[in-house]
């Protein structure tokens, strides 16, 4: 590998080079960060959930961090009102506020390593294949990497 230090006439680095090193210098503590944090956050992200009620509160919608329903609860109320659509669109939105707030908190569980950008889109993807993905490019530590 090729050094990129810059020298001056009179031997020293110039601002350039000791800019260039500063800038390597945090591109590798993000990283050691990174392969510290990150096996904890997934762990975290993973295990969120999220429960939303509809407005008038007879449903209640409980979603993975993925956005997959996990529980619906109806009040026994829902039954008082002989409304399909109603109840159909009442399900809908309330479970779309809780896929919304369990993205929500996968951002900001990532905040510390990921910009929100980057990982709304994962999250737009598939992100059991995204986390997935993250836990393989992670370095295993061993013992004596501690």
Not at 38 to 45: Q, T, V
Request: proline share 5%; no cysteine; glycine share 6%.
């Amino acid at each position: 590998m090729r050094s990129i230090g810059v020298m001056n006439m009179a031997g020293g680095q110039t601002p350039d080079a000791a800019g260039m090193r500063a800038y390597a210098e945090e591109l590798r503590a993000t990283f050691m960060r990174l392969q510290e944090e990150a096996p904890a956050l997934h762990e975290k992200a993973r295990a969120v959930q999220v429960t939303e009620k509809s407005r008038d509160g007879l449903v209640a919608a409980t979603v993975g961090a993925n956005g997959d329903l996990i529980r619906l609860d109806l009040d026994p109320r829902i039954y008082r009102r002989q409304d399909a659509r109603g109840l159909a669109d009442a399900i809908t939105r309330t479970i779309q506020a809780a896929v919304a707030k369990a993205q929500d908190r996968v951002v900001e569980i990532f905040a510390p390593l990921v910009p929100a950008e980057q990982m709304r889109a994962h999250i737009d993807g598939d992100l059991d294949a995204v986390l997935e993905q993250m836990s393989r490019q992670m370095p295993k530590r061993t013992p004596e990497s501690r």
